[in-house]
């Protein structure tokens, strides 16, 4: 289509079609006719769209919390833990043990405990 082979128009361009550009699309910045998307976003074709990866990343991750915070309760109904809470520190640390990408990911932030 003659319309993808147009750059991007930068930001502002308000009759983008008559400057013989497209405009920037919606989670987009967009510079000398180059498409860049925002964090968390993906380009597909002239679309800035959510990263799948990182809806499935934060699927798992809630899953891993979920299912650690139901296994401390768990333990202090049955009188193995004397805490009614779990730091920070602790959940992270469990999170690390059961899912390498935060290990990886604090590690790279240097945020991982202790």
Known sequence: MWFERL???DEGERRPFAKGCRPCP???TCKDGVLTCAKGYVRRRA????DRE???HA???L???KHILDTAAGKKLC???ESDMLTSEELIAELE???PKVRKMNSICGNSPG
């Not at 679309?47 to 959510?50: A, G, L, T, Y």
């Open 97 to 99: 043990l059961r899912n």
């Open 47 to 50: 679309s800035c769209v959510e």
């Open 63 to 65: 899953r891993d919390i």
């Open 79 to 81: 009188g193995e833990l």
């Open 54 to 56: 990182i809806q499935v």
């Open 7 to 9: 750059p991007f128009c």
């Open 26 to 28: 919606e989670h987009g």
């Open 59 to 61: 699927a798992a991750l």
